[in-house]
C-alpha cells in the first residue's frame, strides 16, 4: 500500500487476534512495529517473528520493538510512547487495539468491573492518542489514528454495557478528534469489526454448533477474519486513503444491515 514503508506505527494488545494481525500486516507494508503488550509475552514474540518474517518476503527490511504496558494506566502509556520516541525518533501511526469485554446483565455490573472495561478500551485509547498526538504536532508532520471499535459503537449489546458504551463512546472520539486536528494533518478514523474469529470469542470459535449459530445472524453467512480486518486497516492507514478522516468503517459481513429484513416481512 502506498506511503507505508519505513513509517513508524504502534498497535496496542498487539499479542493476538486483531493486533496481531494488524502488526504483521503493517510490517508486510514495510513499517517498523512497535508491539504493545500486556501480559502475553510469548504472544507477542510470535506476532514479532511473524512481522519479521512476512517483511522479509515482501523484501522489506523493519525494525520491531516489544513495549509492555497496561494501557488501562496513564504512566504506563506515557512510559511506552517515550519508549518508541526514544527508539524511532518519532511515531506517524497508533492502533488502539487493545480491549476486553464482561458479561453481566446490566443491573449485576459491579462498579470495578465497569471501571476495567472503560479504562482499557475507552480511557487507554483515548490517553495513547492524545500522547500520539501531541508528538505528531511536535514533529509538525501527518500521523494517523486508527481507533479499533466495533460493530456495537450503533449495534446495542444487552449484558455487556460497559463494552457498548466504550465502543459508542469510540466512535465520538474518532470524529472528535479527527475534526479538532484535520487542520494539522491528523487522519482519525475507526475500524469497527463483526464477529471476528479471535480469541476474544472463544467460546463459540472453538465450537462449531455455536459458530453455526452465530454465521447464521450474519448476510454473508461466515465470521471474518482478522486479516480483513488488517487489510482494511492497512488501507486506512496508507497514502490511498489521504482524504480520509472521521470515519467509521464497518467490516462485518452485513451485520450492520438489519439483517432481519433479508426477507419481505411486513406490508
Ligand atoms: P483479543 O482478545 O485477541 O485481543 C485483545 C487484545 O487486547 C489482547 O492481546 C489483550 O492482551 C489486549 N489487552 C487487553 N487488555 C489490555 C491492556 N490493559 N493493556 C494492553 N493490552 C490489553 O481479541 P480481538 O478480537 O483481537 O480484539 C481486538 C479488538 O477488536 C478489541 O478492541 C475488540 O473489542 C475489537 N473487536 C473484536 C471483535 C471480534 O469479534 N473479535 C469484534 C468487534 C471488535
Redesign the pocket.
Known amino acids: 500500500m502506498k506511503g507505508l514503508k519505513g513509517k513508524t506505527a504502534i498497535v ?8 496481531q494481525a494488524i502488526a504483521i500486516r503493517l510490517a508486510q507494508e514495510g513499517c517498523n512495529i512497535a508491539i ?5 509475552s510469548e ?1 507477542a514474540q510470535t506476532t514479532r517473528a511473524k512481522a519479521l518474517n512476512q517483511a522479509k518476503a515482501a523484501g522489506h527490511e523493519i525494525q520491531t520493538l516489544i513495549v509492555q ?4 494506566k496513564a504512566e504506563a502509556i506515557l512510559a511506552m510512547m517515550q519508549e518508541v520516541n526514544e527508539t524511532w525518533g518519532g511515531l506517524d501511526i497508533l492502533i488502539n ?5 464482561i458479561e453481566t446483565p446490566s443491573h449485576e455490573v459491579e462498579t470495578d468491573a465497569f471501571d476495567k472495561v472503560i479504562d ?2 475507552l480511557r ?1 485509547s483515548y490517553l495513547c492518542a492524545r500522547e500520539a498526538i501531541q508528538q505528531f504536532l511536535q514533529q509538525a508532520k501527518s500521523g494517523v489514528i486508527i481507533n ?5 459503537e450503533v449495534i446495542p449489546r444487552p449484558q455487556y454495557i460497559s463494552y457498548s458504551i466504550s ?1 459508542g463512546g469510540m466512535g465520538n472520539m474518532t470524529r472528535t478528534l479527527a475534526l479538532e486536528y484535520a487542520k494539522s494533518g491528523i487522519r482519525v478514523n475507526a475500524i ?5 474469529i ?4 472463544q467460546d463459540w470459535v472453538e465450537d462449531a454448533e455455536k459458530k453455526a449459530a452465530v454465521n447464521q445472524h450474519i448476510p454473508m453467512g461466515r465470521a471474518g477474519t ?1 486479516e480483513e480486518m488488517a487489510a482494511a486497516t492497512a488501507f486506512l492507514v496508507s497514502e490511498e486513503a489521504t482524504y480520509i478522516t472521521g470515519q467509521t468503517l464497518y467490516i462485518d459481513g452485513g451485520l450492520t444491515l438489519y439483517a432481519d429484513f433479508r426477507e419481505p416481512w411486513s406490508a
Open positions: 496496542t494488545g498487539a499479542s493476538s487476534g486483531i493486533g504493545n503488550y500486556r501480559s502475553d504472544g504496558a497496561d494501557v488501562s487495539n487493545a480491549g476486553i469485554q482499557v478500551n487507554g479499533v471499535s466495533s460493530v456495537h465502543k469497527a469489526p463483526g464477529a471476528t479471535t480469541p476474544i470469542n482478522a
